[in-house]
């Protein structure tokens, strides 16, 4: 990580702008970025499999969904990685298996970053009896592994994607809170703040306009790491039979719908492969995650 | 420093008073929170669709028999009412009837429970010293090539959902090799060992998602009191590294560590849905989620009930166990 701290040195500014102070921090933290291996590893990993969910089935070397007369054949010339117990190619089912998750984790991400952002600011800026309220509620709810309330909370909704995403959002929002909360608590003290107040702004302009912008570091570097959480939740959610539903190539219902062939003792080609990919997609958010937050926790 | 301590000393017969005020005061909020929790329980499993009568007995069976059966089990009762009764009964370890089942919740949680048990028991005692240990070494080469693959594994592996893990374990230890039983329901009366073994595969599977995790908050923990000044002072007395890590670094880093186990817990108790469904091994993980997806809403609420009270039991001992241990909260409370 040595060199980095330079890195501004290097950076000459464009002919004929004058950049402003944000402009030149950000293209430093982009400069840092670049160079950490952490990051670029990541995001090629992500990279891969954000390709494979937008091309999808039309460049897989099969049809991901055609049944065909050769099942659970092993790894070979043929089939690199084998076929599943309904003849289905597993190595383009794999490929072709990132769409839906690359759908629901982001947008429940994104659902989850925005309603806890909301509640920390508001916690955080008002503490007193409405802080201390919700805290306790999200305590409460906190007590409870999360998929378990995510569970509860799909079969009372009924399973689809769209409440995959609303559920996680929703698991997600408590927790983002208090990191965001958390943030607020040390800001809301600041001069700027007083300022702010001095001038006779109202709250949800101090709220968003002013303590926001100050606080976007830690909430960007949570957005990553909730990132891979949901892709974790989806993928487990998936497997319960709550997600996305047969025959679509998802790689955590080719897991369920395979697994209970290694009661044969072989066959492991079905599941093992879908596995690994989730692996690697779920390693790739987490290694961008630890990327940015040494930028930005310089 | 010797004044301030004699102070601390002579103040020492306040200290339980102390630990017994601060301990009080953290019941006291997981009870709030525990009531919070059983209404919030109780409200999720009333959203629960459909009607109660009509899902268990079937789309075929007569309005008259649907309105006896809710009227039976009580479902036709204003929401308070059945709050009330299902909370003042479940206080009394009465936790009523499974709706599908037709016997009492407990003979149905109670057995899980102990399958639950059982399983966080064995990887419990494979996490926590591996972790320990793993987090220890990773501090004491700290930045080197050895830290860098612990911390790196761990992390990686943390992230990694836990059936995806049991997946390459089946495939590795189960299929391939064949040491070691792909299920993790041990046959009926099998002894001790074998039911060891049968939980062996999940266990790993579970050490591999908390080792990362517990041994981060280790490795930060150890790095803290390494570059303490008492640990410089430690060395400079002339006592041996071996010395110094076992009495001043272990004994001060251990302390995060027992409060992010207690945070694991509930999931290891409640949370391994999944872990169960992959090894067919009935927990109260496998439980709730049948209620859940059966709508028998006595059994799940309940089960829901007892995980959120396994954690907040665990936690609560955690902060007994680190109030007893901290010198900190011992002294420093008072002040």
Request: net charge neutral; no cysteine; hydrophobic share 55%.
């Amino acid at each position: 990580m040595s060199g980095m701290t330079d890195a501004a040195a290097g950076i000459e500014p464009a002919i004929g702008l004058v950049p402003t102070e944000a402009k030149i921090a950000r293209r430093e933290m982009l400069g840092q970025l670049v160079r950490s291996k952490t990051f670029i590893a990541g995001a090629v990993l992500v990279g891969w499999w954000v390709f494979w969910a937008i091309v999808g089935a039309r460049l897989t070397p099969d049809d991901p969904l055609e049944i065909t007369d050769a099942i659970l054949i092993g790894p070979g010339a043929g089939h690199w990685f084998g076929t599943d117990s309904l003849g289905r190619d597993v190595l383009s089912r794999v490929l072709a298996g990132a769409s839906d998750t690359m759908k629901v984790a982001p947008l429940a991400t994104l659902l989850g970053i925005v309603g806890g952002t909301t509640l920390g600011l508001i916690t955080g800026y008002f503490k007193g009896w409405v802080d201390e309220a919700i805290s306790r509620v999200i305590d409460a709810v906190l007590a409870l592994p999360l998929i378990v309330i995510a569970v509860t909370a799909l079969v009372a909704l009924g399973s689809s994607n769209v409440t995959l995403i609303i559920v996680i959002g929703a698991v997600f929002t408590p927790i983002v809170a208090r990191t965001v909360r958390a943030a607020v608590l040390g800001e809301r003290e600041l001069d700027y703040v007083s300022a702010a107040k001095l001038r006779g702004e109202r709250a949800p302009y101090i709220m968003f306009a002013e303590i926001l912008p100050n606080i976007i570091g830690p909430i960007v570097v949570e957005a990553t790491v909730r990132l891979g959480y949901a892709i974790f939740a989806v993928a487990g959610l998936t497997f319960l039979g709550f997600g996305v539903q047969p025959p679509a190539p998802d790689w955590s219902l080719q897991i369920a719908d395979n697994y209970t062939l290694l009661n044969a003792g072989t066959y492991e080609w079905t599941v093992l492969f879908p596995a690994i990919a989730i692996a690697t997609l779920i390693v790739g958010v987490n290694l961008i995650a630890d990327g940015l937050q040494q930028v930005l926790d310089r | 420093m010797s004044g301030r301590r004699a102070s601390a000393a002579a103040r020492r017969p306040g200290w339980r008073t102390v630990i017994a005020r601060f301990l009080l005061n953290r019941l006291a909020l997981s009870i709030i929170t525990l009531l919070l929790l059983s209404v919030i329980v109780f409200a999720a499993s009333q959203l629960l669709p459909g009607d109660v009568g009509r899902n268990v007995l079937g789309p075929f069976a007569s309005p008259e028999d649907v309105a006896k059966f809710n009227h039976e089990h009580g479902v036709d009762r204003p929401v308070w009412t059945q709050y009330w009764d299902w909370i003042s009964h479940f206080v009394r370890g009465d936790l009523g009837t499974s709706l599908q089942h037709n016997v009492p919740v407990g003979e149905l949680l109670g057995p899980s429970l102990v399958n639950s048990l059982k399983l966080a028991a064995v990887a419990f005692v494979l996490v926590v010293p591996l972790s320990l240990l793993g987090g220890t070494v990773a501090a004491l080469r700290r930045n080197r090539v050895t830290d860098r693959v612990i911390t790196v594994t761990g992390l990686s592996l943390t992230a990694i959902p836990e059936f995806v893990t049991a997946i390459v374990l089946i495939v590795v230890f189960g299929v391939v090799l064949g040491w070691l039983p792909v299920s993790a329901a041990a046959p009926e009366g099998a002894g001790v060992f074998t039911q060891v073994e049968y939980l062996l595969l999940p266990s790993f599977a579970l050490v591999a998602v908390l080792f990362g995790y517990i041994a981060r908050i280790t490795r930060a923990g150890v790095i803290e009191a390494i570059d303490a000044d008492y640990t410089r002072t430690a060395y400079l007395k002339g006592l041996t590294p071996g010395r110094v890590v076992r009495r001043h670094v272990l004994r001060n880093s251990l302390l995060p560590t027992i409060a992010v186990v207690a945070t694991q817990v509930g999931y290891l108790i409640g949370g391994l849905l999944v872990i169960e469904k992959l090894f067919n091994y009935n927990g109260i993980g496998q439980r709730i989620y049948i209620a859940a997806q059966a709508k028998d809403f006595t059994l799940l609420q309940s089960g829901v009930l007892i995980v959120g009270i396994v954690y907040l039991v665990a936690t609560f001992v955690a902060d007994l166990l680190f109030s007893l241990l901290n010198p900190r909260i011992r002294y420093g409370a008072a002040e």
